[in-house]
Each structure stands twice: as C-alpha cells, then as structure tokens.
C-alpha cells in the first residue's frame, strides 16, 4: 500500500483517495519574472516523477500546478526592464515550459494562471468578508484576520502565540494584528490593475492558490505540494483561507520538499546564491540532473556540487553501461526487481532505494552478458529502461548518453583510433591493435568489443 509522509500530521500513513483510483494533486508553481533555478527544477523533478509513478501504479491523476504571473517582484523587474507584466511573464514562461521539455518532465493537467482567476479570488475573498474572516483597513486593502481562525499555525504545529512572537512578515499600521495578510492590495499608478468591490486593486499571493485549487480541484482534495519554505505561511495560509471559506477539510495530506543548498545555505533568488537549470544544462546532461535531485529524498535537503554531479554522472554511466549493445530492447518482463522498485516508490516515494534496486538489476545483467545469456539480458534491459522512465533516466539512446559531455574533435580522433584498430584487427595485426588500444586507454577511453562492434566510453 502506498503511504506517504503527511507534514499535517508529522507521520508516515496509508494513502486513500477521496475517489478511488482518481487522485487530485496541487503543486505551488514559480513566479515569473526570472529563470528556472535548481531549488525551483527540484520541486518540478520531484513532482513529475511522483506522478509517472502514481499513473504507473494505475491511478489517473488530476495535476495541477500554478503560475504566479502578478505579484511586487513581477511588477519591479518588467519596470526596470521598461517592458509590461504581461511581456515579462510570457517570456519567462515560454522559457520555463523550454526546460521543462529539456529535463522530460510533462506538463501539468491544468496550469492555471493567477490573472486568468481574479473573479473566483474576488468570490472568495467576498465570502471571506462575509463571514467575517477578513477586514477592510483603512488604506483599502483587504485583509484576513488570523485570530478568526483557532487552528491556524497547525501546519507548522505552532500556536497562534508562538508565531506572533516570531513572526517575520510585513507590520503595518492598517494591519490589526501582525500576522495577519492581504488579500487584495490596492494598486499604485502605473501598477496592474482589476476591479473589485473593494476598488481598483490585484490580489495577495495566498489566496490565488484558494481560489485556483478550487476551481481545478474542488473545495476538498488529496495532495498538495511544493517547497518546505512554502509550509508557513503560504500553506497555513491557504488552509486558514480555504476552510474558513468552504466549511470543510480542504487538503488531506501536505508534502513538502527540501532545500537545495549552496555550501549549507538555502539555494534562493532572494539571497542571490543560486545556480539556473539553464547555466547547470550547458554542462550536465538532464538525465545527470534528474539523477542528482533524485537519488537522495525529496524530504531531505539537497546539496548542489560540482562533484555530487559528477557523481550523478558516473552513476549514470553505469547503467547505461549495462544495456549499450543491447538489441530491441522494447518489452519489459516483470519480475522481482520491478517489484522491489515499487515497494521503495510505495514507501513515501523512495527514489534513493528504488535507484539502488537500478543497480541491483544492471549488477545482474552485466553477470548475464558475461555468461553469454543475452536473451535473458536483453529482457532485464527492457524491465532497467522502463523502472528508469519512471525516474526520466535511461530513456536517451545509450551511446548518446556516453559521449554527450565529449568534445567533437576528440570525439573524432577517438573513432579514428578504433576504426584503425579495427582494420589492424581484420588484417591480424594483433601488435598495432594492442597498441592503438593502450593509447585509447591512456586517453581515459575504456573499449568494449561486441558482436554488432566496438562500443567506446570515456572514464568518469
């Protein structure tokens, strides 16, 4: 049975869809007004293989992830840029669904826009007045009233007192008690605007969530997710607003994924020690970087390095290593390994166990072509690419993958050197052939001599 770490709850616990076999997924998308870095390509890796595995596994999934496309940042950067909000999120946009299609993730069932939702927000935040969970201050922004709420603070499992002693969010006159948060702020000249019945204005971040989720979801559904810095007070937040609102449970299990850290410190835009997937795809291969957010767990925080990368790239090598020369590899034979690899997807998502069980498998099909047990081989290759294609690994052609970080020119002279030891070969010149290979190996390149040729890959 699946089960899956609920930050609700603080606990491991059986997974039960409100509908059978239909599973409703909220996922906090970026803002955009910049590119896609690391921390942010963790939450979408993450995301999207827990979807390739929940569909695997027979359930249809209703994915929804957002767009922050209005908010302070957006409307400074299209300023300093002199471009409008709109021309500055198109672009960013367009970008970000680029990297997406780079790394293989799929796109989200539904990816619903903050502007294209201002009438449900107006709804929302109307009944959020009405029931007098919100105030109109004097400055005309509105506001909600955390005090309202009894059970707000339980995500982060805090009381309201506890939080309201360290609390880091803005002070200002108009608020009647510091924790509590906008919900549709007026605009200033020459900032976007909608109408509302509160006056010209735009809507605070927390409730665009509320009102999209519920659009595309409903007022109750099963998993909601992004970053661990979302969990307070953007989470607590949406729970405070959605169940004062609708007067029922609003998500049943929250996941949360860790920090990617930069010498121990939070990966971020704000502190300015980040890294672009766009900069880190110019050196790595995606699969590398999918291998690296994934082989440890999502839970946990992820330390971004030159050398954990490469490790995730060496690691890579060898699973392809042990399917290069593999023909038609197309159908897939369950077995045990397929069946250990679920049970680690089952247990809260265990990608670091479910990999290691990867190279269970490849251990085991390198012992098979040793012993010349190629049919058997070629099957387990089949059941390695397709547990792979749930993680987004070993779905590029292997030779592809083992030369991809080489440079051309040395890519030629390499396959120089083996079509001239494979000439030497046919013609027994055994001695040149020993030679052009010990100068290929002190070049770092490792040859495989195969029925179909002469494989080659470079050392990690």
């Given at each position: ?407 051309s020119d040395l890519k030629e002279k390499i396959e120089g050197l ?43």
């Amino acid at each position: 049975m699946l089960q899956i770490y609920n930050h609700l709850t603080k606990h491991k616990e059986p997974f039960k869809p409100i509908n059978a076999k239909q599973i409703g997924l909220y996922v906090c998308g970026m803002t955009v007004y910049d590119y896609c870095h690391i921390g942010n390509a963790r939450i979408f890796i993450i995301f999207d293989t827990i979807v390739k595995h929940l569909r695997a596994s027979g359930y249809k999934v209703n994915y929804v992830r957002n767009i922050t496309d209005i908010d302070d940042k957006i409307i400074a950067r299209a300023k300093k840029n002199g471009e409008t909000c709109q021309e500055l999120t198109e672009r960013f946009i367009n970008i970000i669904h680029e990297d997406e299609q780079t790394l293989g993730i799929e796109p989200p069932c539904v990816e619903p826009r903050a502007t294209e939702h201002i009438p449900q927000i107006i709804e929302l935040i109307d009944t959020l007045i009405t029931k007098d969970y919100a105030y109109i201050a004097t400055n005309g922004d509105v506001y909600y009233e955390v005090k309202k709420f009894p059970s707000y603070g339980k995500l982060a499992q805090q009381d309201l007192t506890s939080l309201q002693a360290g609390a880091r969010v803005e002070v200002t006159e108009v608020k009647r008690d510091p924790l509590d948060f906008v919900l549709w702020k007026m605009s200033k000249p020459g900032e976007p605007e909608w109408d509302s019945p509160w006056g010209k204005g735009r809507p605070g971040w927390h409730i665009e969530c509320s009102a999209m989720s519920a659009k595309h979801l409903g007022k109750h559904f099963d998993l909601h997710g992004g970053g661990v810095d979302l969990q307070f007070p953007h989470h607590q937040n949406e729970i405070a607003q959605s169940e004062a609102a609708f007067d029922c449970k609003f998500v049943n299990t929250w996941m949360h994924v860790g920090y990617v850290q930069l010498n121990q410190h939070k990966m971020s835009k704000s502190l300015g020690n980040f890294f672009t997937l766009r900069e880190v795809l110019k050196i790595y291969h995606p699969e590398t970087i999918r291998y690296f957010m994934l082989v440890s767990h999502y839970r946990s925080p992820l330390n971004y390095s030159d050398e954990n990368l490469n490790k995730a790239q060496a690691a890579l090598t060898t699973l392809y290593t042990a399917i290069r020369g593999l023909n038609n590899i197309t159908e897939a034979t369950a077995d045990k390994y397929e069946t250990q690899f679920n049970a680690a997807m089952d247990d809260d998502f265990n990608t670091p166990e479910a990999i290691a069980v990867l190279f269970e498998l490849a251990h085991e099909i390198n012992r098979l072509r040793i012993n010349k047990q190629t049919e058997i081989a070629t099957q387990l290759g089949a059941c390695l690419k397709k547990l792979g294609a749930i993680l987004g690994i070993l779905q590029s052609d292997p030779e592809e993958f083992l030369h991809a970080n080489i440079d051309s020119d040395l890519k030629e002279k390499i396959e120089g050197l083996i079509a001239a030891r494979t000439t030497a070969r046919t013609n027994k010149g055994w001695q040149q052939a020993d030679q052009i290979r010990d100068q290929l190996t002190s070049m770092g390149i490792e040859l495989e001599d195969t029925a179909h040729g002469t494989l080659w890959s470079k050392k990690p």
